[in-house]
Each structure stands twice: as structure tokens, then as C-alpha cells.
């Protein structure tokens, strides 16, 4: 199974110095972006022929894309999540739905016989007459990624408001709304910070709120209202 670069992150945390890991022959990551400090730190902690997938998934899709890295190579400068797997077809497209050029951002648009009923009509703006197969089922995945002049995808993000923490998807509209239920809020703001430590990056969920002003300071518990 795919474990999320959170967790390894926390595993590289509590390893002894140098190689602690050389019965493992492949390791899967995945549900967050890698990072080349992330590579590095499998270079050091795994043996020489252990193999590294780094994959893209979505909810909708499961895996789209994956690349390998063997741990006695270079540390590459780009980290990539590889080609598209079987079955799937990808493209980065921009706003209104043309494809990008290679090397350009974009939106990733997934076209597969296999992608799940319930989002087969999630075309969201895209040209019918841009489908090049009708019995292909299309998904906007609101990633965004740039495709390399060698094939390989790069993931770079999202291009709304959803972001992962440890792994996990989180809407942060969702919580902004809830906040926004509680009668002291008046205003709220939900997002990540990215945090670049020894062990490598870490995500914080911050809320920042406006009190109404006919509440008095100090008188309301948000951190229990939210659990």
C-alpha cells in the first residue's frame, strides 16, 4: 500500500543517522507532494537498490501517475510524479479548456474508460468537441501540474482551496463555514503553513477569526466549538 510522505516524514524522524533500512527493497508514497529533501533523506536512510514510487492519485481516479527513483542514484533537482499508468489518459489544460504547451501550468484533466459513474459528466467548461474519444469518461482534477519535454508530469498543487495535511484532503471552505456558525464570529479565514525544518517541511491548519464586537474578548472557546 501507499503510506503519505507525512508519514514517512515522521518515520525519518526517529531513524539513527546513516542507513537503518537495508532489508526493504521498495518503498510507495504518495497523498502529498515530495520534496527533494524528502529524497535525499531515503538515499541516506535506505540501501542502494531500493526503489522509490512516487505517486498521483485522486479520490475519483485512484493512481493516475507514477515515477521511480532508486536510492543509489543522484538526487534529482525536480521531483516528478512520472508518466500516466495505464488506461489513463492526461492532459494539462488551461481555464477555458485548450491544452497548455509542455513546460506550461495548468489544470490536470484525466480522460479513462475507468473512472467511477458518478463524475463521468464532471466537465466543468470543457469543449465537447475537445474529447478525442466519446466512450472516454473526462475528470477535471483541480491539480496543478506542467508537463516536462520528456513526458513526465510535475506536480505543483492545487489550483483551489483544498489542501492536504498529514495525507488527509481537507476543504478549507468547509471550515471557514463552520466557523462561521458559531454567533461570536463575524468574519474567518482558514489556511496551511508551510513550516521548512531539518526534517523537512510541515504543514500547521491556522484559522484566523473576527470577533463581533458585541462580544467581550476572552469570552469564547473556539478550539472546543470546533471538536
Known sequence: STASVSTFRRLIAVLPAGPALPSVRMLSLGAEPLTTSDVAHFCAHFSADCI????????????????????????????????????????????????????AEGEIVIRSAF????????????????????????????????????????????????????????????????????????DAAVFMLDENTHEGSRHRLLAMWVRRVDVPEGSVDLRSFLQ
Open 115 to 186: 473512472i467511477s459513474p458518478g463524475v463521468w459528466s464532471e466537465l466543468r467548461g470543457l469543449p465537447k468537441g475537445r474529447l478525442p474519444e466519446p466512450r472516454l469518461a473526462v475528470h477535471r482534477t483541480g491539480d496543478l501540474a506542467r508537463r516536462l519535454p520528456d513526458g513526465r508530469i510535475q506536480h505543483l498543487g492545487r489550483i483551489d482551496d483544498q489542501i492536504k495535511v498529514r495525507g488527509h484532503r481537507i476543504e478549507t471552505a468547509e471550515l471557514e463555514g463552520h466557523l462561521l456558525t458559531h454567533p461570536a464570529v463575524r
Open 52 to 103: 522509490l514510487q512516487n505517486a498521483l492519485a485522486t479520490t475519483e481516479t485512484r493512481t493516475i501517475a507514477q515515477d521511480y527513483l532508486c536510492a543509489g542514484s543522484p538526487v534529482p533537482k525536480e521531483i516528478c510524479v512520472g508518466h500516466p499508468v495505464g488506461g489513463k489518459q492526461l492532459t494539462i489544460v488551461n481555464a477555458t479548456g485548450p491544452p497548455m504547451q509542455d513546460g
